[in-house]
């Protein structure tokens, strides 16, 4: 059974940093691309950062130069730093990868950036 478990969402002021861990579960870790996505109220669901088995990132043009995707295969952990965060960058934040043939969701982490 795959479980993604998110940590590390919160409050935070607008300009302020904050770390998001996922924790996988189920799967070769190290074989796995895995990816954040993030949900506004009342919006879609939108791809944030990619990381691929390998190690090549790649992010949205939003969120470029400030959120960073990171590994830890060693943990099977799946890192976002996200810096000088802006009130527009407050969503749900859910880790993903795709694994046996399915797609493969967290809970999420409610993120919040105060103005």
């Known amino acids: 059974q795959v479980q993604l478990v998110e940590s590390g969402g919160g409050l935070v002021q607008a300009g302020g940093s904050l770390r998001l861990s996922c924790a996988v579960s189920g799967i070769i870790f190290r074989l796995n691309a895995m990816g954040w996505y993030r949900q506004a109220p009342g919006k879609q669901r939108e791809l944030v950062a990619h990381i691929t088995s390998g190690g090549s990132t790649n992010y949205a043009d939003s969120v470029k130069g400030r959120f960073t995707i990171s590994r830890d295969n060693a943990k099977n952990t799946v890192y976002l730093q996200m810096n000088s965060l802006k009130p527009e960058d407050t969503a749900v934040y859910y880790c993903?990868?795709?694994?046996?043939?399915?797609?493969?969701w967290g809970k999420g982490t409610l993120v919040t950036v105060s103005s």
């Open positions: 993903y990868t795709r694994a046996y043939g399915m797609d493969n």
